[in-house]
């Protein structure tokens, strides 16, 4: 048995889904439900005996405990996190809440299950927690990959707020021996992604005949990462990463917003042209970029390869185009999530500059 945190949410759902398809051993699902956490992800699961969704807070203490104290796992995943730069800087207080104070609480309630346990479970249990690329803050053009030694220089408060849990991850393993692992990936993008972010709000926005926003000049860059990499990759950390380390995960893909945008546009060309015959392309709108907005991110995964073996298995051209053939294929999940409170989101958000 294990124990998931956010496994409703984006890259969680996924690493739930693939987790049962390879394997017997039960989870224990715990998310909270927020506007990007969606039950619907997992509705291939309604009937599995080996999925239990619990929906909470991993801020409530008591809970956390009573789930660890009746289902015994031998490891927590903290997927849970919220994520998005832009909300961050409309509204901080949720990611202070969640990502530092709510990771805290977890931490707590896992190092008072943790310290109770038989001596052989005690050595065998690990907390593993999925960070993300953006601690590091910005790259020049010419400046080297971020490694797992890079300084940590956090530019918004969403970065800044799982740099605080990262760190907090870091110290209690250092204060109190919590067996911990902590993965730091790049851009995910793939199925289940809820359409704020680039790639889904290109697709859903395309489809639909709106703009495509892009912010600046659009040549910010990025790493790219297939989220089904990213949940091999995990399963890999917590089948034999070292007690205390860090592993930077990334795709090996960087590319600039722009390029993104003509990928996406050029593919939906492909598959499903419109009905007019006009370019995709013909709805890119160049909108105000966004306050603080890092120009560059980069993963240099080779310690994950040197050391546990792991490289990711899609190329952007490969990923991209599974991505895009998702949300062709399932419209109505698309539809689904996006609520009257998200529809207004977007419009306040990417106002046209140009």
């Given at each position: 048995m294990i124990l998931i945190t956010g496994g409703a949410g984006f890259i969680g759902s996924n690493f739930v889904l693939d987790w049962l398809a390879q394997c017997d051993e039960s989870v224990?699902?715990?998310?909270?439900?927020?506007?990007?956490?969606?039950?619907?992800?997992?509705?291939?699961?309604?009937?599995?005996?080996?999925?239990?969704?619990?929906?909470?807070?991993?801020?409530?203490?008591?809970?956390v405990a009573s789930l660890l104290a009746q289902h015994q796992p031998r490891a927590v995943l903290n997927f849970a996190a919220e994520s998005h730069v832009d909300r961050s800087i409309h509204g901080p207080e949720d990611f202070i809440q969640t990502n530092i104070v709510g990771t805290f609480h977890l931490l707590e309630a896992v190092r008072a299950y943790w310290g109770n346990l038989?001596?052989?479970?005690?050595?065998?249990?690990?907390?593993?927690?999925?960070?993300?690329?953006?601690v590091y803050g910005s790259l020049g053009p010419s400046d080297a990959a971020f490694t797992e030694d890079h300084r940590y220089q956090p530019n918004s408060p969403y970065s800044a707020s799982k740099a605080a849990s990262d760190h907090l991850v870091r110290a209690y393993h250092h204060t109190y021996g919590l067996p911990v692992l902590t993965t730091n990936c790049s851009n995910n993008y793939g199925p289940y992604h809820f359409p704020e972010k680039l790639i889904p709000l290109l697709i859903v926005n395309a489809l639909a005949g709106k703009a495509l926003p892009v912010y600046?000049?659009?040549?910010?860059?990025?790493?790219?990462?297939?989220?089904?990499?990213?949940?091999s990759a995990i399963r890999r950390v917590l089948q034999a990463g070292r007690l205390g380390e860090v592993y930077n995960v990334g795709g090996w893909n960087e590319k600039a917003n722009i390029e993104i945008v003509h990928t996406v546009c050029a593919l939906l060309d492909e598959l499903r042209p419109r009905a007019d015959g006009v370019a995709y392309q013909s709805q890119i709108r160049y909108v105000t970029d966004r306050p603080g907005h890092d120009r560059r991110y980069a993963i240099d995964a080779r310690k994950i390869q040197s050391e546990l073996g792991w490289k990711p298995a899609e190329t952007f051209d490969s990923g991209i185009r599974k991505t895009v053939q998702w949300y062709l294929d399932n419209p109505g999940w698309a539809e689904r999530v996006q609520s009257g409170?998200?529809?207004?989101?977007?419009?306040?958000?990417?106002?046209?500059a140009a």
């Amino acid at each position: 048995m294990i124990l998931i945190t956010g496994g409703a949410g984006f890259i969680g759902s996924n690493f739930v889904l693939d987790w049962l398809a390879q394997c017997d051993e039960s989870v224990v699902n715990l998310d909270k439900l927020t506007y990007a956490g969606n039950q619907e992800n997992l509705a291939s699961l309604s009937a599995d005996p080996r999925h239990i969704f619990v929906q909470g807070d991993i801020g409530d203490a008591a809970l956390v405990a009573s789930l660890l104290a009746q289902h015994q796992p031998r490891a927590v995943l903290n997927f849970a996190a919220e994520s998005h730069v832009d909300r961050s800087i409309h509204g901080p207080e949720d990611f202070i809440q969640t990502n530092i104070v709510g990771t805290f609480h977890l931490l707590e309630a896992v190092r008072a299950y943790w310290g109770n346990l038989p001596a052989q479970q005690k050595t065998e249990f690990r907390f593993l927690h999925v960070s993300t690329d953006e601690v590091y803050g910005s790259l020049g053009p010419s400046d080297a990959a971020f490694t797992e030694d890079h300084r940590y220089q956090p530019n918004s408060p969403y970065s800044a707020s799982k740099a605080a849990s990262d760190h907090l991850v870091r110290a209690y393993h250092h204060t109190y021996g919590l067996p911990v692992l902590t993965t730091n990936c790049s851009n995910n993008y793939g199925p289940y992604h809820f359409p704020e972010k680039l790639i889904p709000l290109l697709i859903v926005n395309a489809l639909a005949g709106k703009a495509l926003p892009v912010y600046g000049d659009g040549q910010q860059v990025r790493d790219w990462l297939y989220v089904k990499d990213h949940c091999s990759a995990i399963r890999r950390v917590l089948q034999a990463g070292r007690l205390g380390e860090v592993y930077n995960v990334g795709g090996w893909n960087e590319k600039a917003n722009i390029e993104i945008v003509h990928t996406v546009c050029a593919l939906l060309d492909e598959l499903r042209p419109r009905a007019d015959g006009v370019a995709y392309q013909s709805q890119i709108r160049y909108v105000t970029d966004r306050p603080g907005h890092d120009r560059r991110y980069a993963i240099d995964a080779r310690k994950i390869q040197s050391e546990l073996g792991w490289k990711p298995a899609e190329t952007f051209d490969s990923g991209i185009r599974k991505t895009v053939q998702w949300y062709l294929d399932n419209p109505g999940w698309a539809e689904r999530v996006q609520s009257g409170a998200y529809r207004e989101w977007v419009k306040t958000q990417y106002q046209a500059a140009a």
